[in-house]
T-cell receptor
Framework: AQTVTQSQPEMSVQEAETVTLSCTYD???????LFWYKQPPSRQMILVIR??????QNATENRFSVNFQKAAKSFSLKISDSQLGDTAMYFC?????????????FGGGTRLMVKP | NAGVTQTPKFRILKIGQSMTLQCTQD?????MYWYRQDPGMGLKLIYY???????DKGEVPNGYNVSRSTTEDFPLRLELAAPSQTSVYFC??????????????FGPGTRLTVL
């Protein structure tokens, strides 16, 4: 079974600064996908970024980027130029390779507060 | 395009009552999922379906049942509600299969309280 660990229950950052959220995972799979989801106070789960394990290049989406270290089983999220709207819970999630039900295993979450 | 919709948004049940949480998606996705999120925790998979007529258990299936008679709908049934089922329930869907772009899209959630 896979496990996903987010070791930072809460973090805060000043507006316009950069923050990094940590995530580690444990798996024996070689083919898998990793995700970061954002959950604002509205409770809606919003996909932030995804990474395919077979790709060495780190994924980026505008102000969001990841540092994927496959050997260390680490998948951190960097948010640059933080905005007040980035305040939310952030969940790291793991998915086994295709044709395995595509189920997501979530970490416990990190609550991020962006301060003005 | 509505995406994934869930009803109701909120519900209070008494211990022992039953109810069905509705989930519908209009993206013609093959795969659908039910998760629960307890306070301050991540989501845990209850049941999932890879197509109409096919369902399977996730991590925490006890106390729940599902059915998938159509591609669009994936209702979650709670029988004999218990306080431990107080949670927020999320439905999600994805294209499924071997696509490397398979991403789950979530509904807005149903907050259920069992008293």
């Amino acid at each position: 079974a896979q496990t996903v660990t987010q070791s930072q229950p809460e973090m805060s950052v000043q507006e316009a600064e950069t923050v990094t959220l940590s995530c580690t995972y444990d798996t024996s799979e070689n083919n898998y996908y990793l995700f970061w989801y954002k959950q604002p106070p509205s409770r809606q789960m919003i996909l932030v970024i995804r990474q395919e394990a077979y790709k060495q290049q780190n994924a980026t989406e505008n102000r969001f980027s990841v540092n994927f270290q496959k050997a260390a089983k680490s998948f951190s999220l960097k948010i640059s130029d933080s905005q007040l709207g980035d305040t939310a819970m952030y969940f790291c999630a793991f998915m086994k390779g295709a044709n395995a039900g595509n189920m997501l295993t979530f970490g416990g979450g990190t609550r991020l507060m962006v301060k003005p | 395009n509505a995406g994934v919709t869930q009803t109701p948004k909120f519900r209070i049940l008494k211990i022992g009552q039953s109810m069905t949480l509705q989930c519908t998606q209009d993206m013609n996705h093959n795969y659908m999922y039910w998760y629960r999120q307890d306070p301050g925790m991540g989501l845990k998979l209850i049941y999932y379906s890879v197509g109409a007529g096919i369902t399977d258990k996730g991590e925490v299936p006890n106390g729940y049942n599902v059915s998938r008679s159509t591609t669009e709908d994936f209702p979650l049934r709670l029988e004999l509600a218990a306080p431990s089922q107080t949670s927020v329930y999320f439905c999600a869907s994805s294209e499924g299969g071997a696509s490397s772009t398979d991403t789950q899209y979530f509904g807005p959630g149903t907050r259920l309280t069992v008293l």
